[in-house]
């Protein structure tokens, strides 16, 4: 099973030989201001080569951009954190770079797929077994009955089966789950799951109703005919999965995946060497929880937990009751809104919020003198831009960081899975998704 958050002792992979010589140090501030002053489109370069594409992941970024920051601001054997790691592009990139890293999120599959990615996997015996889960599983089908499907799932998740899939693959994806539960070992149980879960959030939510789903967007169609196998699928994603993998299962360094909230970072005070991260949008613009629990309820996660842990996710739908920021943006921006749509200007307070707790904490963790790279994109709310990039880099000065540049990258949108509009409203981060911010931060030598 993958780890739940505890406070990481660190160094957790690092030996005392690997410390560097004060003449190997790189001045991190002058090289951040001049990485920010780079083209970081990367337009042409390909962005889905191995690992990465073990799993659909809406809004990851281009492993280009972490992998930038990484190589010219650590030293080999550092480590690197991304506490919003998501599909956990910042943590193989550090792996390939020979960083340590350390991805944090609240969500579930998020973390699956980001340890699945970065732990050290016998492939041969992934394939062996899951060759054997789908022999069971073609097995167990011709014994399906409704009752094996109650004693699995809650009403609920039935309900949700029902209303998304058509029966076939509901016979179909249930004998898997049984087939993968039998597996013991935790580590090839949860490849497995990510196999499975692959088959299900793709591009074109081929085994579902659902239209968009792999952008967290899903949409019912009752006009799509679901006639693909979910055993045919399962095979060629297993062995998808496999070959992708295979190019990073020799490197020696490493990654520690957790499950935790970015505003309380179970780590230590001055302890990651660099952070990459990207936040989510505000205001719920990517529905994380409504794509992923097409395969969590799967998996066996109840529909009310998923409910409950949707609300944490930073850019969830709760509102703020104070709305006063040390940001003059931000204050300009929430007072505007709220003359027009006072829930919403609540919603977006929220985010702001949150993510002031969430750079408190950043910063706790970073030593000193190194680096912070957020990569933040903005939304249109009611005709009006919410600036996330000025707002954050304003908040981010408040609590401590120097800020060393905003750096403004174009988005090219299939590379970073961004929603397609099907009704083009100008509300959302339909209309800003061309262009994000990417701020860079110092950790001053003066804070504590
Ligand atoms: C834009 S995505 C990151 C994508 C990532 N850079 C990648 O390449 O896959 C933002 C992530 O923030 C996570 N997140 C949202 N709220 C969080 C919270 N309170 N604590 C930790 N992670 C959170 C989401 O689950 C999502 O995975």
Redesign the pocket.
């Known amino acids: 099973m993958v780890r739940t958050s505890t406070r990481l002792q660190l160094p957790l992979f690092r030996e005392p030989s690997k410390e560097f010589a004060p003449t190997d140090r790189i001045n991190v501030e002058a090289t951040l201001r001049l990485l920010l002053q780079r083209d970081l489109t990367f337009k042409g370069e390909k962005t889905d080569y191995p690992a990465h594409k073990i799993h659909a992941?809406a809004?990851?970024?281009p492993p280009q951009l972490p992998r930038l920051f990484i190589r010219e601001l650590t030293q080999p054997g550092e480590y690197v954190l991304?506490?919003?790691?998501?599909?956990?592009?910042?943590l193989v990139e550090s792996i390939l770079s020979e960083r340590n890293s350390i991805g944090?999120?609240?969500?579930p599959l998020?973390v699956m797929i980001a340890h699945v990615k970065t732990t050290t996997l016998n492939l041969p015996r992934c394939v062996q077994i899951g060759e054997e889960v789908l022999q069971e599983a073609r097995t167990e089908l011709q014994s399906f009955t409704q009752s094996k499907l109650d004693e699995m799932y809650s009403s609920q998740a039935i309900a949700f089966f029902d209303y998304w899939f058509e029966k076939h693959t509901i016979q179909e994806l249930a004998s898997l789950v049984r087939a993968i539960r039998r597996i013991q070992d935790s580590k090839i149980n949860t490849f497995l799951q990510v196999v499975f879960s692959s088959v299900i959030i793709t591009k074109n939510g081929a085994l579902t109703r659902a239209r968009d789903l792999a952008h967290s967007r899903p949409h019912r169609d009752l006009n799509r005919k679901v006639d693909q196998s979910a055993f045919d699928a399962f095979a060629k994603r297993l062995h998808f999965t496999i070959e992708s993998l295979d190019s990073i299962a020799n490197i020696s360094a490493r990654a520690e995946v957790v499950r935790a909230?970015?505003?309380s970072l179970p780590l230590q005070d001055n302890s990651v060497e660099l952070i990459v991260?990207?936040?989510?949008y505000a205001a719920n613009a990517i529905d994380?929880m409504r794509g992923h629990k097409f395969s969590l309820i799967w998996l066996g996660y109840d529909p009310k937990l998923l409910t409950d842990i949707r609300k944490?996710?930073?850019?969830s739908e709760l509102r703020a009751t104070n709305l006063n920021f040390p940001s003059e943006t931000a204050n300009h921006i929430i007072h505007t809104l709220g003359l027009k749509a006072a829930q919403r200007a609540g919603v977006v307070a929220h985010y702001y919020r949150e993510m002031e707790t969430a750079l408190r904490e950043m910063l706790r963790v970073l030593a000193h003198e190194r680096a912070a790279v957020l990569v933040v994109g903005s939304s249109i709310i009611q005709g009006i831009d919410i600036k996330a990039p000025t707002v954050l880099s304003e908040i981010a000065a408040s609590v401590g960081f120097k800020v060393v540049g905003v750096a403004r990258r174009e988005i090219l949108r299939d590379a970073r899975m961004m929603p397609t509009s099907h009704n083009s409203t100008k509300n959302g981060i339909e209309a800003r998704m061309h262009e994000e911010g990417v701020i860079g931060l110092i950790k001053p030598i003066s804070q504590r």
């Not at 991304?82 to 910042?90: A, C, E, F, K, V």
């Not at 944090?104 to 969500?107: F, P, V």
């Not at 991260?277 to 989510?280: E, G, K």
């Open positions: 992941f809004a990851k970024f991304d506490p919003m790691s998501g599909s956990g592009t910042t944090i999120d609240l969500d998020a909230k970015v505003q991260t990207s936040p989510p994380y944490s996710y930073i850019g």
